[in-house]
């Protein structure tokens, strides 16, 4: 994730986001990044297609550690915050730009990347009381 992204985020998503009643509305990237970059092991990435950001996405692959029984105290790459842009929700535009413009898959490739057998599921979710229906919409 680039000062680009973070730009685009701000500049178009937000006001496209004002009003909508979804999760992220209120949500400030800049802020975020800045936070969470502080800790150790926060990973920031941002998709893009056509020279535009079209998802954003925040883990941590170090704090966090898996509560599932047979998988107890192995680490967890843990989604701290995942968007996708305004224009690709079909609550905001229908149709949407881009169908299906997330980085869900990403993260848990990144799981495996990182030699975690940790499951990336709802439960890791910060932010998103529907997450799986957030990032495909």
Known sequence: MTDKHLEEAERLWIPLLQGSEEEDEYW????????????PGAEFYAIECEDMTQGLLAIDTLKKRC???WQYRQRLVYIIAIATAP??????????????????????????????SAIVDELAFMHCQEPWNFIEN
């Not at 400030?28 to 800790?39: F, G, I």
């Not at 929700?89 to 990182?114: F, H, M």
């Open 67 to 69: 509560q599932i029984d």
């Open 28 to 39: 400030n990237w800049v802020n975020k990044q800045r936070r969470e970059s502080l800790l």
């Open 87 to 116: 224009w690709n929700r079909p609550l905001i535009q229908d149709p949407p730009t881009y169908k299906k413009a997330w980085v869900g898959n990403w993260s848990i490739l990144r799981s495996d990347e990182a030699q975690n």
